[in-house]
């Protein structure tokens, strides 16, 4: 027997005046949800609204739970399929040969920002003839996930053979270096959907310097090679409060003072291609369900052509800020990614940009609404507005209505 919502809970226009929500992590999401007007916590058994769990509470619970039409949580059942290494290649693999058949090569070649990758042990000698065709290229081993903080094996380890997987995969030698540092972008999408696909791109982002010169004749050195905070912030040299992170838009700003506008905006462009690939090439393997959403951080990293190679997604970004204007950037991007949640219900569901998100992929492409006239051509322009300059507060005071009980401010 479904258990409707009290009086209390019940809200106008189908949002809901109160909502309680579980929180599984104790970084910047605790403290958006907690200052959230009118979210309630709840602890352990409680009933729950919005789960903003791990991927260990999800894997323990997600089958066995009940789930209201309203209830939302902030992970895809199989996630996995696209934030485990090796699964993403495949999938990778497997929807390029797709389009190949279906659409021809150059579709395909569309699908060709991935380094040559392989899963070991599975496909050891398949990796060793490519290893012998290319003497002198450099390879990087890398888990196909990590383990958890309390060591315990993730379920899709599980599943694996009691054979530690890893995969292989061709370390790119020409990385675009700035000051000589090698460096990678995080930047994040928002899915409410996969089914149709609907896909939301952050403007705001970041690029991860290393805390070194970039030089292959260091390779054992991780401060040169691994762009990682965690692992730049052991380095003995390495300075808190200058960090090693900047903002997307200085770096979209930097690189089109060196290369020009319209280089940078065809790089931007292969990102944007990058995001809604690699989502498409998982569409029909991702179990969708109308209670999930997820919030992927991806990492890129550009070449000296300025090619970008995606490196990894994450189903679990970093949400621990490294710094105030870190903590600023993630506060924002998790509020923004609750307006779209959309649990109060204050949204039409027509929205192409929500704060700081724009609205990229739903069902299609999505373009911008620039009258065809202003442009002085009929081609469409893309949504996306990664690295660009935002008024976010000034787009929600117009988009969003107060929440209940709360005055315009």
């Not at 479904?2 to 104790?26: D, E, F, M, V």
């Not at 979210?39 to 352990?44: A, G």
């Not at 993730?154 to 061709?170: I, L, M, P, T």
């Not at 649990?343 to 724009?358: A, H, N, W």
Request: some cysteine; overall charge neutral; glycine content about 6%.
């Amino acid at each position: 027997v479904t258990n409707l919502p009290s009086q209390q809970t019940a809200g106008h226009k189908g949002g809901r005046s109160c909502i309680r929500y579980r929180c599984g992590l104790t970084n910047t999401i605790q403290d958006v949800l907690n200052q959230r007007p009118g979210w309630v916590e709840v602890k352990d058994d409680g009933e729950w609204d919005l789960n903003w769990c791990d991927v260990g509470w999800l894997r323990e619970n997600f089958d066995h739970s009940y789930m209201e039409e309203h209830v939302r949580i902030c992970h895809f059942r199989n996630h996995y399929e696209l934030t485990r290494k090796n699964l993403m290649v495949k999938n990778l693999k497997r929807y390029r040969k797709t389009l190949e058949r279906e659409a021809g090569r150059l579709e395909a070649s569309k699908c060709d920002f991935f380094p040559c990758t392989f899963v070991l042990p599975s496909e050891y000698h398949i990796f060793v003839e490519e290893f012998k065709r290319s003497p002198g290229s450099t390879w990087i081993m890398k888990p196909v996930s990590v383990y958890s903080s309390d060591g315990s094996r993730s379920e899709e380890q599980k599943d694996e053979a009691q054979v530690e997987s890893y995969v292989a995969q061709r370390y790119i030698e020409n990385p675009y270096l700035i000051a000589g540092r090698k460096f990678d972008l995080r930047v994040y999408v928002l899915v409410t959907s996969y089914i149709a696909l609907k896909a939301w791109l952050y403007r705001d982002g970041f690029a991860r310097f290393s805390n070194t010169r970039f030089s292959l004749s260091s390779i054992d050195d991780q401060y040169v090679h691994l762009t990682n905070v965690a692992v730049q912030k052991t380095s003995p040299d390495y300075d808190p409060e200058k960090g090693c992170k900047w903002q997307m838009q200085q770096l979209r700003q930097y690189l089109t003072a060196k290369h020009g506008f319209e280089t940078v905006q065809t790089l931007f462009k292969e990102i944007d291609n990058i995001f809604i690939r690699s989502l498409l090439s998982v569409q029909k393997t991702i179990i969708n369900d109308k209670h999930c959403f997820e919030l992927y951080g991806y990492d890129i990293l550009l070449d000296q052509d300025l090619k970008p190679w995606l490196i990894e997604v994450n189903a679990s970004p970093s949400l621990t800020a490294s710094s105030q204007e870190d903590y600023d950037l993630k506060y924002r991007l998790l509020e923004d990614t609750l307006h779209i949640v959309d649990m109060e219900g204050r949204l039409t569901g027509k929205e192409k940009r929500v704060g700081v998100f724009d609205l990229m992929w739903n069902d299609g492409p999505v373009h911008m609404d620039v009258g065809l006239e202003a442009l002085g051509s009929s081609c469409l322009v893309a949504n996306t507005h990664l690295g660009c300059v935002n008024d976010r507060q000034k787009q929600l005071q117009q988009l969003l209505k107060p929440f209940p009980g709360q005055k315009r401010t």
